[in-house]
């Protein structure tokens, strides 16, 4: 399914006190309103993904799946900085007439919470009745939900946290000093910086996943072998797959966005912030995640009012979110009864 287009000449006014003008929104839609307009389930992806949600989230959305198109209006929508069809950095620039390239202004995941707001005015969609979003989408969809308020009856934030950690952060500037070595990166071209955002994806794989993942799925059989391990073969794989969908300008500013991440900035406080919060509200860690330990989801549970933590189990540590779907839909119907 291809994606739809929402255009905006006014642009947007950024947390940066910069303007993005005559900004350009890809979305998906799945299914249509019920009589009572009350069925709107919108997704807020994470890093890299795009605005198809059925592609990348099967299991739990999907045509026969928990989040089906006969029961749900189903909303996705590409991110600000992205490259799947949204405003991003190769983007041309209204001012020069070219692509953005190094010179995409910074965005905060306020932005990207702002954007969708005008896409929810547009489509005309006054009650969403659950916002789920996961990793950088979880940090968009609870910055949102601070606003939306009386627009908005259940959040879901699954491995995600109110502020990004400087662990976090650590791991995204590590995959930012792989790019930058790259000899290209300096260039203004769309394949600039390709061979440094594999070794960043590399790095990132490591913090999606754990010791126990390798050990169960790339440990070798042949005890004589001294090279060309399947551990080997496989950051170089992850790291060309990115590379064949994706560029290093959208990769480098989405890691800044996220590193920027604070709920209580400018609010008093973190907990403050949270506290704001009114919607029934799940949020969903996972016992093996290394780049969002359990203890951020449960900050956030506690200090939403009367928000719900549950804990899942999973080889797959983050991206566990992605692939523990009957884990979800389990915790999900317990949290909507």
């Known amino acids: 399914m291809n994606p739809k287009y929402f255009k905006h000449k006014a642009g947007l006014i950024l947390e940066s006190g910069q303007q993005l003008e005559d900004i350009t929104i890809a979305y998906h839609t799945y299914g249509e309103y019920n009589p009572e307009k009350n069925n709107v389930i919108w997704v807020c992806h994470a890093l890299t993904a795009n605005s198809d949600v059925f592609d990348w989230w099967a299991g739990l959305f999907g045509e026969e799946d928990f989040f089906n198109p006969k029961e749900h209006f189903i909303v996705c929508a590409n991110i600000l900085g992205s490259c799947y069809g949204s405003t991003g950095p190769l983007?041309?620039?209204?001012?020069?007439?070219?692509?953005?390239?190094?010179?995409?202004?910074?965005?905060?995941?306020?932005?990207?919470?702002?954007?969708?707001?005008?896409?929810?005015?547009?489509?005309?969609?006054?009650?969403?009745?659950?916002?789920?979003?996961?990793?950088?989408?979880?940090?968009?969809?609870?910055?949102?939900?601070?606003?939306?308020?009386?627009?908005?009856?259940?959040?879901?934030?699954?491995?995600?946290?109110?502020?990004?950690?400087?662990?976090?952060?650590?791991?995204?500037?590590?995959?930012?000093?792989?790019?930058?070595?790259?000899?290209?990166?300096?260039?203004?071209?769309?394949?600039?910086?390709?061979?440094?955002?594999?070794?960043?994806?590399?790095?990132?794989?490591?913090?999606?996943?754990?010791?126990?993942?390798?050990?169960?799925?790339?440990?070798?059989?042949?005890?004589?072998?001294?090279?060309?391990?399947?551990?080997?073969?496989?950051?170089?794989?992850?790291?060309?797959?990115?590379?064949?969908?994706?560029?290093?300008?959208?990769?480098?500013?989405?890691?800044k966005i996220m590193d920027g991440h604070n709920i209580g900035r400018g609010r008093i406080s973190t907990k403050k912030a949270l506290s704001q919060i009114k919607v029934k509200t799940l949020v969903i860690g996972v016992e093996s995640d290394l780049l969002f330990p359990v203890a951020e989801q449960k900050f956030v549970s506690q200090n939403i009012p009367g928000a719900q933590f549950t804990e899942i189990n999973s080889l797959y540590g983050h991206d566990g979110f992605l692939l523990e779907q009957s884990q979800l839909i389990k915790v999900i119907q317990s949290f909507y009864k």
Do not use: C
């Open 91 to 255: 983007s041309e620039d209204s001012k020069t007439g070219k692509p953005f390239y190094h010179d995409f202004p910074q965005l905060s995941v306020r932005d990207l919470a702002a954007a969708h707001e005008l896409l929810r005015i547009e489509l005309g969609i006054e009650k969403i009745h659950t916002l789920i979003g996961s990793s950088l989408g979880g940090m968009q969809a609870l910055e949102w939900a601070y606003n939306l308020n009386e627009h908005l009856e259940h959040l879901i934030l699954l491995a995600s946290n109110a502020q990004h950690s400087p662990w976090g952060i650590a791991f995204n500037e590590s995959q930012r000093m792989a790019i930058a070595v790259d000899s290209t990166w300096k260039e203004s071209n769309d394949s600039a910086g390709l061979e440094g955002m594999k070794t960043a994806r590399s790095i990132a794989l490591l913090s999606y996943r754990n010791y126990q993942t390798y050990q169960d799925t790339q440990s070798e059989t042949d005890v004589d072998k001294l090279d060309d391990f399947k551990a080997s073969s496989y950051q170089n794989y992850q790291g060309l797959k990115l590379a064949n969908r994706f560029n290093a300008y959208s990769y480098w500013e989405l890691s």
